[in-house]
Nanobody, 120 residues
Framework: QVQLVESGGDLVQPGGSLRLSCAVSASIFSIDGAGWYRQAPGKERDLVAAITSFGSTRYTDSVKGRFTISRDNAKNTVYLQMNSLKPEDTAVYYC??????????????WGQGTQVTVSS
């Protein structure tokens, strides 16, 4: 069963940086469009950043200029580089992606989530 595998979450001080990774567990699938979402305790899961298969990106206003979403198609991996982290960035971060295998696209896969905690 294909999965999205996330990594990179950690405890970091305010102003610090982290890079999250999201990889596909099965090599016969490639990532089409993808996004990073986050969910803080007691809050809804919200989109943070998204990237299309062509590399176009968009961000929620609160992370513009601080976060960068990117992709490495050769490694079938999507990244979220997070700089100048703030305590309000604390959340579980989830990867979401549509996967392609040949001419078929499989929609709306989710990773298991990775915890990011920003605290001094």
């Amino acid at each position: 069963q294909v999965q999205l595998v996330e990594s990179g979450g950690d405890l970091v001080q305010p102003g610090g940086s982290l890079r999250l990774s999201c990889a596909v567990s099965a090599s016969i699938f490639s990532i089409d469009g993808a996004g990073w979402y986050r969910q803080a305790p007691g809050k809804e899961r919200d989109l943070v950043a998204a990237i299309t298969s062509f590399g176009s990106t968009r961000y929620t206003d609160s992370v513009k200029g601080r976060f960068t979403i990117s992709r490495d198609n050769a490694k079938n991996t999507v990244y979220l580089q997070m700089n100048s982290l703030k305590p309000e960035d604390t959340a579980v971060y989830y990867c979401n992606a549509d996967l392609r295998s040949g001419d078929s696209v499989y929609y709306n896969y989710w990773g298991q989530g990775t915890q990011v905690t920003v605290s001094s």
